[in-house]
Structures are given as structure tokens and as C-alpha cells.
């Protein structure tokens, strides 16, 4: 009888002492598996199709997209399960030092702008020696790919037009230009709101100097069709280079014609240079249907000399506001009815 007692207490022993090591060796697993996620550790996702970086954004193993400059990734924050976008720069050129120093810069930027007209910087870290910049997924698609299937009414761009002239101004008194303004790099929102994106090529303008990249090559700026005047030629630059892109892109939109081409047409120039062939850009527009007074504003907006656009994007803004025009400058733009 008692020799029964023992076997069972010493079998219900083992029972337990089997439990306890069983838990202690879980919990030491989940340690190691917080611990690693802290290092910055990948872990595959149970989803074969993706992966988690930094413990915390699933990524799928392809990319979203392939840019000049960075590689764009759609991402999942695990936390709350908010989709994100994640860029990484773009690697297996001669310029990937400089890539990643530009995104650095993005990032930088993004994260001193907090603007409703201005895609939204939500985090960005370093792993295995490359950088990560995390940004607000936004539901839409860019201008240029909205564009192809139709014309957009003047009252709409307009109203376009105004809330990123909001967004520039807040963006230059912060002291940074964009330098790329063209319509890939505004988006569309699904809400109708319209959002810069893309900072890759953005400049400090109180200081240039400071952010300089190591070898940075972009002192000269080409977009096929877009290209501004001080940008292409590679001179100095400051908030109206940012006028002229908007501008241009409004041409665009009004008649889905690329503008230098419409300037080269006219004068062999890709852009006006002298108030006589802003006229025809404007006599151009008016032929297209757009209104006199919108017409002269962004004929002078894409003015060769810097120095005969407006000032700012906030004087731009109170042109296409004008029921009489634009404010007097040293010229004025006569437009032929």
C-alpha cells in the first residue's frame, strides 16, 4: 500500500517538474524572440509571400514600385495594421551612396513638414547598413496617371492649383524647395485632395550647403516635357522654380499637352523668353477654352527668368484668385482676344 503511495507521488513529482521546465523553456524562447526583434532581426512572416522587418512592417518579397532614385515598398505596421509605404534607395548602380544619402535628406524634410498638401512622414530607422523611410500610404494615383483619359476642367485645377500653393508656401517659409514639381509627383487622393509626394530631389534654401550629398549630381534636374529652365541648365534655385513646375503641370492638365512642347511649337524654345511669347502661351490657352485670367498667370509663371515670374507661391495664389488678373509686375502679359 504504501510502496503504491510513493510510485504515485514521485510519478505526480515528474508531472510537474516536466511543466515547470516545459514553461521555462517557453518563456526563454520569447525573450529571445523579443530580443531579436529589438536587434532589428528579419523574421519570416507566416505569410510565405512576405516578410517582417525591424519586428514591426510586414513587407511583400516584391516591390510596388521602381523609381529614379528609390525603391518603393507597400508595407503593413503590424501594431495598429495600418498600410504604409516604405522606400529603401535604389541599389546596384554607381550612385548608391549618394541614393541612400538623398533619401536620408527625404526623410529629414518630410519629417519638419507637417502639411495637409504634403505626403506624411510616419518613422524611419537603419537595418544591415541600408536606411528605411516610412510614409503614409496615400489611396489614389499621381496626376500623370489620372491625366490620359481626359481633359480636367479649369475650375478644378485651379482649385488644385491653390490648395499646393498652400502647401508650397508653408514649404518655402520652412525653407525648402522641391525642385521636382510635375504632375508624377502630386498625388490624387480618393477624398479629391491633392498631396506632394516625392522629396528626393528637395534642396535646404536657408542652406544649401549643409545638406549637400557627398557627390551630389543633382545640380542639373531633367524631366522630359517638365523641365524648368534654371533646373535644366543646372543654375542656382530657389521657391519659383517650385512655381514653375506647378504651373507647367496646370498646362498639362488643361490640355494634356506636355508644356515645353507646346512652347518649342510656338517658338522654338522650350520655354517664353520675353513677355511677347508668354502672350502666345496665353493666346494658346485661350484657344484651349481657358479664361484669360488663368491664362496669363501661367504664362507668366513659366517665364524663362526667374525674375519675371511671381515671387511666391503665395502671390501666385492671389493671381488665379483675381477676377482682374494678376498683381502688376515690371511687364504686363497682353493676351489677344
Same mark, same amino acid.
Given at each position: 500500500?504504501?510502496?503504491?503511495?510513493?510510485?504515485?507521488?514521485?510519478? @505526480?513529482?515528474?508531472?510537474?517538474?516536466?511543466?515547470?521546465?516545459?514553461?521555462?523553456?517557453?518563456?526563454?524562447?520569447?525573450?529571445?524572440?523579443?530580443?531579436?526583434?529589438?536587434?532589428?532581426?528579419?523574421?519570416?512572416?507566416?505569410?510565405?509571400?512576405?516578410?517582417?522587418?525591424?519586428?514591426?512592417?510586414?513587407?511583400?518579397?516584391?516591390?510596388?514600385?521602381?523609381?529614379?532614385?528609390?525603391?518603393?515598398?507597400?508595407?503593413?505596421?503590424?501594431?495598429?495594421?495600418?498600410?504604409?509605404?516604405?522606400?529603401?534607395?535604389?541599389?546596384?548602380?554607381?550612385?548608391?551612396? @549618394?541614393?541612400?544619402?538623398?533619401?536620408?535628406?527625404?526623410?529629414?524634410?518630410?519629417?519638419?513638414?507637417?502639411?495637409?498638401?504634403? @505626403?506624411?512622414?510616419?518613422?524611419?530607422?537603419?537595418?544591415?547598413?541600408?536606411?528605411?523611410?516610412?510614409?503614409?500610404?496615400?489611396?489614389?494615383?499621381?496626376?500623370?496617371?489620372?491625366?490620359?483619359?481626359?481633359?480636367?476642367?479649369?475650375?478644378? @485645377?485651379?482649385?488644385?492649383?491653390?490648395?499646393?500653393?498652400?502647401?508650397?508656401?508653408?514649404?518655402?517659409?520652412?525653407?525648402?524647395?522641391?525642385?521636382?514639381?510635375?504632375?508624377?509627383?502630386?498625388?490624387?487622393?480618393?477624398?479629391?485632395?491633392?498631396?506632394?509626394?516625392?522629396?528626393?530631389?528637395?534642396?535646404?534654401?536657408?542652406?544649401?550647403?549643409?545638406?549637400?550629398?557627398?557627390?551630389?549630381?543633382?545640380?542639373?534636374?531633367?524631366?522630359?516635357?517638365?523641365?524648368?529652365?534654371?533646373?535644366?541648365?543646372?543654375?542656382?534655385?530657389?521657391?519659383?522654380?517650385?512655381?514653375?513646375?506647378?504651373?507647367?503641370?496646370?498646362?498639362?492638365?488643361?490640355?494634356?499637352?506636355?508644356?515645353?512642347?507646346?512652347?518649342?511649337?510656338?517658338?522654338?524654345?522650350?520655354?517664353?523668353?520675353?513677355?511677347?511669347?508668354?502672350?502666345?502661351?496665353?493666346?494658346?490657352?485661350?484657344?484651349?477654352?481657358?479664361?484669360?485670367?488663368?491664362?496669363?498667370?501661367?504664362?507668366?509663371?513659366?517665364?524663362?527668368?526667374?525674375?519675371?515670374?511671381?515671387?511666391?507661391?503665395?502671390?501666385?495664389?492671389?493671381?488665379?484668385?483675381?477676377?482682374?488678373?494678376?498683381?502688376?509686375?515690371?511687364?504686363?502679359?497682353?493676351?489677344?482676344?
Amino acid at each position: 500500500m504504501w510502496d503504491i503511495d510513493i510510485y504515485l507521488l514521485v510519478a @505526480v513529482i515528474y508531472v510537474v517538474l516536466g511543466l515547470c521546465i516545459a514553461i521555462l523553456v517557453s518563456i526563454r524562447k520569447r525573450k529571445r524572440s523579443s530580443s531579436s526583434r529589438k536587434k532589428g532581426q528579419v523574421h519570416v512572416s507566416p505569410d510565405k509571400n512576405t516578410h517582417i522587418i525591424n519586428g514591426r512592417y510586414e513587407v511583400g518579397l516584391s516591390s510596388h514600385k521602381q523609381g529614379g532614385m528609390a525603391t518603393v515598398w507597400l508595407a503593413t505596421e503590424h501594431k495598429s495594421g495600418t498600410t504604409c509605404i516604405i522606400k529603401t534607395p535604389r541599389k546596384g548602380t554607381t550612385m548608391d551612396n @549618394v541614393y541612400q544619402e538623398k533619401l536620408m535628406l527625404e526623410a529629414g524634410y518630410l519629417k519638419r513638414l507637417k502639411h495637409p498638401g504634403i @505626403v506624411k512622414y510616419l518613422n524611419d530607422f537603419h537595418y544591415k547598413g541600408e536606411f528605411y523611410l516610412v510614409i503614409e500610404y496615400l489611396n489614389g494615383e499621381t496626376l500623370m496617371a489620372a491625366s490620359p483619359r481626359t481633359t480636367f476642367g479649369e475650375e478644378q @485645377v485651379v482649385a488644385w492649383a491653390c490648395q499646393l500653393l498652400d502647401a508650397l508656401s508653408y514649404m518655402h517659409v520652412s525653407g525648402i524647395v522641391h525642385r521636382d514639381i510635375n504632375p508624377k509627383n502630386i498625388m490624387l487622393c480618393s477624398d479629391g485632395a491633392v498631396k506632394l509626394i516625392d522629396f528626393g530631389t528637395a534642396k535646404n534654401i536657408n542652406g544649401i550647403a549643409r545638406d549637400k550629398a557627398n557627390h551630389d549630381p543633382f545640380t542639373q534636374i531633367t524631366n522630359k516635357g517638365f523641365d524648368i529652365p534654371e533646373l535644366f541648365m543646372g543654375g542656382a534655385t530657389d521657391q519659383r522654380c517650385d512655381i514653375c513646375g506647378l504651373a507647367q503641370t496646370c498646362i498639362y492638365l488643361l490640355t494634356l499637352n506636355n508644356p515645353n512642347k507646346i512652347c518649342s511649337g510656338l517658338f522654338k524654345s522650350n520655354w517664353p523668353r520675353s513677355y511677347g511669347e508668354a502672350a502666345a502661351i496665353a493666346d494658346y490657352l485661350i484657344a484651349a477654352g481657358v479664361s484669360i485670367r488663368t491664362s496669363k498667370c501661367l504664362a507668366q509663371c513659366i517665364l524663362f527668368s526667374p525674375d519675371n515670374r511671381f515671387a511666391n507661391a503665395q502671390a501666385m495664389r492671389s493671381a488665379l484668385a483675381l477676377a482682374e488678373g494678376y498683381p502688376i509686375k515690371p511687364a504686363e502679359i497682353v493676351a489677344k482676344k
